[in-house]
């Protein structure tokens, strides 16, 4: 079974900045992609950041240059380092990871920006 399980999300002022980090266990052999989206309260789910396998990276406009997405294929983990972040950038962070034509979502890491 495959978990995805993401963390350090947390409250931060304009202008800060914060690391997630998501962790996919269980009987795993290669992970293809692995992304971060967001979704915030009356909003719909929506792309921040992708990375394939081979490390090419894709950014939503909103948050190009601001943030950087990396893995680390040998810890079977995906992270996504925020700088200047904007009260906008508030929402419920999740990874996913498609492996085995499977896509797999975690339950999610609370950004609360304050202005």
């Known amino acids: 079974q495959v978990q995805v399980v993401e963390s350090g999300g947390g409250l931060v002022q304009a202008g800060g900045s914060l690391r997630l980090s998501c962790v996919v266990s269980?009987?795993?052999?290669?992970?293809?992609?692995m992304g971060w989206y967001r979704q915030a309260p009356g909003k719909q789910r929506e792309l921040v950041a992708t990375?394939?396998?081979?490390?090419?990276?894709n950014y939503a406009d909103s948050v190009k240059g601001r943030f950087t997405i990396s893995r680390d294929n040998a810890k079977n983990s995906v992270y996504l380092q925020m700088n200047n972040l904007k009260p906008e950038d508030t929402a419920v962070y999740y990874c996913?990871?498609?492996?085995?034509?499977?896509?797999?979502w975690g339950q999610g890491t609370q950004v609360t920006v304050s202005s």
């Open positions: 990375i394939a396998l081979g490390g090419t990276t």
């Open positions: 269980g009987t795993i052999f290669r992970i293809n992609a």
């Open positions: 996913n990871a498609h492996y085995a034509a499977a896509v797999y």
